[in-house]
């Protein structure tokens, strides 16, 4: 990503840079086997109701092959997640039993982090 002190205000806010930066984070995570006997959907409402939407976040995601994978931001036209929102999503998927191997990302640019690796 390009330095924002060449952007003004306006540029900055569009490129969602400087003090505009959003950040969001990944999420993986096996599905337990107990759990893989029951309904995947309804163990990802459970999972979207208690840890995402509880929260204030939303998810792009899904389980898929006995593995949940998601992308969590910010339910709001603008900010970031926090750190307290992103350790709740890991403290549920930890303490839920419905999960295991649980691998929470870092915190990143939401806009142009994934490309960083």
């Known amino acids: 990503m390009k330095s924002s002190r060449r952007y003004n205000h306006r540029q900055r806010k569009k490129l969602h840079i400087g003090e505009y930066q959003e950040l969001a984070f990944e999420v993986m995570a096996d599905v337990a086997e107990p759990a893989r006997q ?3 959907e309804a163990l990802l409402d459970r999972f979207l109701k208690e ?19 998601a992308y969590i931001l910010l339910n709001a036209a603008r900010g970031s997640v926090s750190a307290e929102q992103r350790e709740a999503v890991e403290k549920w998927l930890q303490a839920s039993g419905d999960f295991e191997n649980v691998r929470v990302g870092p ?3 939401a806009w142009y982090g994934l490309d960083q690796r």
Do not use: H, V
């Open 38 to 40: 029951g309904d995947p």
């Open 51 to 69: 840890a995402i939407e509880a929260n204030g976040l939303l998810m792009a995601g899904a389980i898929d092959d006995g593995q949940l994978s």
């Open 107 to 109: 915190l990143r640019d």
